[in-house]
Structure formats: structure tokens, C-alpha cells
């Protein structure tokens, strides 16, 4: 399989998915949290949160940060994913926190507070796990 079809293949199965779970950094320990989440066609992961949060202080510190998406064990899929995020501002910020919504419609009521910020997080390594196959992609 090509990295091109193997990117394809998380893509999709990402498109599916609408929580993850979200690592960081802060003091030294990591922390988790189960938060929504868009996609770009890139692989490029979206989300929102506000400045008040832990992790929006861990980024601000640290952008490393890694995910686990997908947990049903009956489909026996799940994609880990490690990345660097970066926070949103002005247009860029409008445009994504869009896309995120169209995703994840219950969310676009935090997009008016004042607090909320979004970040866009780009990939660095991806694990793909299925029944059928394991694969790794590095960026």
C-alpha cells in the first residue's frame, strides 16, 4: 500500500469518528481529555477550547500533543496520532472553527463566547490499527 493510499485510509476512517481523546503536557505530567474534533484533507486535526483549560495552558507551554481516536471494539480500528498544534486567530480561525462545526454542529454555540479559541494541529506520526492491517506514517 502507498503512503498515499495509507493516508486515504485515515482519512476516512477519521471522518467517521467524532471524539478523540486529547494528551498535553503541564508541569511535567501529561493530561487527557475526551473533546470533538474536525479534520482537514490533510490529516490536519481541528478543535476548540477555552483559554480558561488546562490544556489550552499546556499548549501554550508545549504544542506537542497526541491523540487517540476511535475506541468501539467491536470495529477493532483506532488510530493514535502525534502532532504539533498551533492556535487560530482572525479569518484562519472563522474558517477552521467552521469546518469543525459542520462536524460537530453541538459545538458551534461555544463559538461566540469569548474565551474560546481553536487550534489547528498538524500531524508528525500516525499509527493505523484495524483487523486487517497495522501501519505507521511519519511526516
Known amino acids: 500500500m502507498t503512503d498515499t493510499e495509507k493516508k486515504l485510509l ?3 476512517f477519521i471522518k ?3 471524539l ?8 511535567g505530567k501529561p493530561e487527557s481529555a475526551v473533546i470533538a474534533f474536525g479534520e482537514t484533507e490533510n490529516l490536519e486535526l481541528i478543535f476548540g477550547t477555552s483559554n480558561t483549560a488546562r490544556k489550552y495552558k499546556n499548549l ?9 481516536i476511535g475506541w468501539d471494539p467491536d470495529a477493532y480500528m483506532t ?4 502532532g504539533t498544534a498551533r492556535e ?8 477552521y472553527s467552521a469546518a469543525f462545526a459542520v462536524k460537530n454542529p453541538r459545538v458551534a454555540k461555544y463559538a461566540s463566547l469569548p474565551d474560546e479559541r481553536y487550534f489547528l494541529v498538524t ?3 500516525i499509527r493505523y ?3 486487517k492491517e497495522t501501519f505507521e506514517i511519519s511526516f
Open 10 to 12: 485515515i482519512l476516512a
Open 16 to 18: 467517521t469518528q467524532t
Open 129 to 131: 490499527t484495524s483487523k
Open 123 to 125: 500531524p508528525t506520526w
Open 60 to 68: 501554550q507551554n508545549d504544542p506537542h500533543v497526541a491523540f487517540a
Open 79 to 82: 488510530v493514535q496520532y502525534e
Open 88 to 95: 487560530l486567530a482572525g479569518d484562519e480561525a472563522k474558517k
Open 20 to 27: 478523540t481523546v486529547l494528551s498535553t503536557v503541564g508541569d
